[in-house]
């Protein structure tokens, strides 16, 4: 489904991705594990074009985008169509509901028309369960509510893979469970997923391959069991030691 070829990406002097070469199966989990610094949020945000790569490709299904040329505007429409991204903060529209939320991606990004989309959106909202909540604003949801609400956001836009980057880092512990259930069920119903998170115990369970990170290059990768059971790097036994 995906297939990012040499992606490098630079902030003026500061190298932060030195070269990543990532495949995703359709239907797959990849984690993105690591320390902060070493690029998984940019590799994320480089997916769907929220930054522009110097050098590399990513395909998405037939189409490749080179980006040691210039990217058109078609081409960073191609990707953000196919990618729902949710953020580490919520992101929602505060004058908007719930419901208002979910719709807009729609009708803003596809063109759709609002009553087109509401029945959708309703559905979406249950399925992430807030069926019931359809007409409250951000402020009267709890933190994990509105990250749900990104979550029913991103999949308006029926994207072929779904990005988190690290969806339950703002919230309160308690609230975490909530969101990564929501999460677990869509690795479970066959969403292909890129989530970038700090959650070991999401990564054995819900992960089909775990990427370990660390100053802008795949350090190591394999299945859960041999990432985190038998990892065959310093750096990688180094930093779960930490964690875990």
């Not at 070829?5 to 070269?19: I, M, N, P, T, W």
């Not at 949710?86 to 208002?100: C, D, I, R």
């Not at 807030?130 to 933190?143: E, R, T, V």
């Amino acid at each position: 489904m995906i297939s990012i070829r040499g992606l490098k990406k630079r902030f003026d002097d500061l190298e932060v991705l030195k070269g990543m070469d990532v495949e995703v199966r359709k239907g797959e989990v990849i984690v993105l594990i690591g320390p902060s610094g070493s690029g998984k949020t940019t590799f994320l945000r480089c997916i769907n074009a929220l930054e522009i790569p110097n050098e590399g490709s990513v395909s998405i299904g037939e189409k490749s985008m080179d980006f040691s040329k210039k990217v058109t505007t078609a081409d960073i429409l191609y990707l953000r169509r196919r990618t729902g991204m949710v953020f580490q903060t919520y992101n929602l529209f505060p004058h908007m509901t719930a419901l208002e939320n979910v719709m807009e991606g729609p009708v803003i990004v596809k063109g759709k028309k609002k009553a087109e989309v509401k029945e959708k959106a309703i559905l979406l909202l249950e399925k992430v369960g807030l069926g019931d909540k359809l007409d409250y604003y951000p402020y009267q949801l709890s933190g994990g509510q509105q990250q749900r609400v990104g979550i029913a956001r991103a999949l308006a836009i029926e994207p072929e893979v779904m990005l988190f980057d690290e969806p339950t880092s703002a919230l309160d512990p308690e609230l975490v469970g909530e969101v990564l259930k929501v999460m677990k069920d869509l690795a479970e119903e066959g969403m292909t997923m890129v989530v970038v998170t700090h959650e070991m115990r999401f990564a054995k369970e819900a992960a089909d391959k775990v990427i370990f990170m660390d100053g802008g290059h795949i350090v190591e990768a394999g299945t859960p069991q041999e990432v985190f059971g038998n990892p065959k790097h310093d750096r990688t036994r180094q930093f779960l030691n930490l964690i875990q």
